[in-house]
């Protein structure tokens, strides 16, 4: 069974300081990865989608790597503002097995840019 | 733009009573899901459908229903709402390279 951690839950940061969210992963037979940000009271916002044959994508500040062979994904956040204060989650899709669903979720971080 | 949108956003109801929650997404994509928000668990999965009149069971679907007769629309159906289902609703949808969209999300109060 697919386990997805988040270490570590939470984080706090001053402002402008580059910053590594971490993302574990026990199966490696994965389709995707998928980071989101999650704003109180909001939805989650899809920011990075990796395929498992790619080793990293890239959108703005925002930087995602997968290690499909040691389980790990990071997500690295540069110079990071107060307006980045959210709850990161990552999400493992895992290669179907009988049609059934096998998206896992981890319980995120939630980070804190401090001004 | 193309967008996912659920309805209502907040809902206050007895137990006992039936609710439904509407979900609609313009992007054409045959994959939608239902999940639940809570402090401590996550998001659990309750349902979600591949296509038109394909429904299938997530972890915690006892107590819900889901219906597709369209690629558009998902309604989540509580059927005699219990206490135990306060929680914040999402609904989902995922395009052809496996890229999952969130609704706003609907939060429903159980008294």
């Known amino acids: 069974k697919q386990e997805v951690t988040q270490i570590p839950a939470a984080l706090s940061v001053p402002e402008g300081e580059n910053l590594v969210l971490n993302c574990s992963f026990t199966?490696?037979?994965?389709?995707?990865l998928q980071w989101f940000r999650q704003d109180p009271g909001k939805g989650l916002t899809s920011l990075l989608l990796?395929?498992?044959?790619?080793r990293e994508q890239t959108s703005g500040r925002l930087n995602a790597s997968l290690d499909k062979s040691s389980g790990r994904s990071t997500l690295y956040i540069a110079a990071s503002q107060p307006g980045d204060s959210a709850t990161y989650l990552c999400?493992?899709?895992?290669?179907?097995?009988?049609?059934?669903?096998?998206?896992?979720f981890g319980k995120g971080t939630k980070l804190t840019v401090n001004p | 733009d193309a967008e996912i949108t659920q309805s209502p956003r907040h809902k206050i109801t007895e137990t006992g009573r039936q609710v439904t929650l509407a979900c609609h997404q313009t992007?054409?994509?045959?994959?939608m899901f239902w999940y639940r928000q809570d402090l401590g668990h996550g998001l659990r999965l309750i349902h979600y459908?591949?296509?038109?009149?394909?429904?299938n069971k997530g972890e915690v679907s006892d107590g819900y229903s889901v219906s597709r007769s369209n690629t558009e629309d998902l309604p989540l159906t509580l059927e005699s709402a219990a206490s135990s289902q306060t929680s914040v609703y999402f609904c989902?949808?995922?395009?052809?390279?496996?890229?999952?969209?969130f609704g706003e999300g609907s939060r429903l109060t159980v008294l």
């Open positions: 989902a949808s995922r395009d052809r390279t496996g890229e999952l969209f």
């Open positions: 999400a493992v899709l895992n290669e179907a097995q009988g049609g059934s669903e096998k998206l896992v």
């Open positions: 199966d490696s037979a994965i389709y995707n």
């Open positions: 459908s591949y296509g038109v009149q394909d429904t």
């Open positions: 990796i395929q498992s044959s790619q």
């Open positions: 992007w054409n994509h045959n994959n």
